[in-house]
């Protein structure tokens, strides 16, 4: 398979791929084609450009490599990976810069971007173990853009054994030593357009990835399991994406592995707004997210969830799975799909490019229309309620109030209450609303 890599990335490879159109020519470009009958495309897009000219991946589940396709070739290509055999992929600016980490002729990593067909090295800590660095699982990477392209965010998995995040300012190391992390630190997922916020997981106190952020250097746990509670209610929680108004977005997994959103600034706090991570939002105006962890990509409007095939009358009976990035005006979605055949299920990417009529759709969204009040309990007995609300009282069904709860955005654990019936009202000023839960 390595050698078969090799001989085809020689050269730009340009893959085949299935078009399906769509109302008013919305177009999907699903890639799930096998290349020259050995070598098989997996992964998704991880990153759109902010004018929607380019979008980026690399394909985590056979060849660790990297793709990029372009508006105007309407193409998916490989990307040349210099001297090494391998390359990984995350971002891209409007001119075609790619973001991501490649190997050197003797294996070693190193963070940089491909700009006019070469590689540009950026320096990493001259006493990092190079054991690590040959190693893609632990490879120094840089991730994300700032707005001017003068801010690069990444990571590097330092000799103490943590992740730690690191910024390069007009190509200088800065690095965060003071920063106290407990497990394996600190992942950088993406940064603000500013630089100012640094988005990713870190591990809590019982050794769980969360949702953390850093800005102005502190480091700001968006959520931390309650320690009491030994059925651990979720097996990740990621803050991925910083918006251009510097919201945070990301998701968390119960344990039913049902994706619950979220969105969070410092003025409103954490709020739970989707069954389904979020991928990226458009100043707050669209909400992306997928119905479960193997589900359909989804979109929220007017404070309904529907399949995003359904949204974008999409006749097609490819699979999208979930929505990782967009372009500025829309006009590009991309993320990945899920392929299955002889060998089994695997995700593969996809870009699609959306009319006029449909973008203007997506970009009329309301962020007060998302705001709706609704509830879900997961089987440990945790209580996620999305939109907005000032308290929260759970009733039993003799009228008595048997929890209480008015912080935003705060998973309420009920897995200390009887099996049965439970009425959760939620209380926004004035106005309320009740649920009907079930805790088994």
């Known amino acids: 398979m390595k050698r078969l890599i090799l001989l085809a990335l020689c050269f730009t490879i340009s893959l085949n791929v299935s078009l399906l159109q769509a109302q008013e020519q919305t177009t999907l470009y699903y890639f ?19 004018n929607g000219k380019y979008a980026v991946g690399y394909d985590d589940i056979f060849m660790e490599t990297g793709y990029v396709w372009d508006a105007t070739s309407k193409k998916l290509a490989m990307i040349d990976t210099g001297a090494g055999e391998s390359v990984l992929v995350n971002d891209v600016d409007d001119n075609g810069t790619i973001l991501g980490s490649f190997q050197n002729e003797d294996g070693i990593y190193s963070p940089g971007y491909l700009k006019d067909g070469e590689w540009h090295s950026l320096p990493v800590p001259e006493d990092i173990k190079e054991s690590r660095r040959k190693d893609s699982d632990y490879a120094p990477i840089a991730q994300a853009f700032s707005a001017d392209g003068k801010i690069i965010g990444g990571t590097i998995y330092y000799n103490e054994g943590k992740f730690r995040p690191v910024l390069w300012i007009d190509g200088k190391l800065q690095e965060f030593p003071d920063l106290q992390l407990e497990g394996q630190g600190f992942y950088l997922y993406d940064i603000s357009n500013d630089g100012s916020i640094i988005a990713g997981w870190t591990e809590s106190s019982m050794g769980d990835r969360i949702a953390a952020i850093i800005v102005n250097g502190e480091l700001k746990k968006l959520y931390e399991p309650d320690m009491e509670n ?43 707004i989707s069954e389904g991570p979020i991928g990226c939002s458009l100043n707050d105006n669209c909400v992306f997210g997928s119905i479960s ?17 359904e949204f974008l009358k999409l006749d097609t009976d490819k699979f999208i799975s979930t929505v990782t990035a967009c372009s500025a005006d829309a006009k590009i979605l991309a993320g990945s799909g899920i392929c299955a055949n002889d060998m089994g299920a695997f995700s593969v990417p996809y870009v699609i490019e959306l009319s006029e009529e449909s973008r203007g759709e997506i970009t009329s969204i309301q962020q007060q229309n998302v705001d709706k009040n609704s509830v879900s309990l997961s089987s440990g007995g945790q209580l996620f309620i999305t939109g907005s609300y000032t308290g929260v009282c759970v009733y039993s069904t003799t009228g008595s109030c048997v929890t209480k709860d008015n912080q935003q955005g ?21 106005q309320s609303q009740s649920f009907k839960v079930f805790k088994r």
């Open 230 to 272: 030994e059925d651990r209610f979720f097996l990740e929680c990621i803050a991925s994406h910083v918006d251009a108004k510097g919201n945070v977005t990301g998701y968390i997994t119960d344990d039913d592995a049902i994706l619950h959103g979220f969105i969070y600034n410092e003025k409103d706090g954490l709020k739970y």
């Open 410 to 430: 705060h998973i309420i654990n009920l897995s200390q209450l009887p099996s049965g019936m439970y009425i959760v009202k939620v209380v926004n000023g004035n």
């Open 293 to 309: 962890v193997w589900g359909d990509a989804s979109i929220i409007k007017d404070g309904e969830e529907s399949t995003l095939k």
């Open 32 to 50: 799930d084609e096998i290349i020259d009958d050995d070598i098989l495309l997996g992964g998704g897009i991880l990153n759109v450009s902010p």
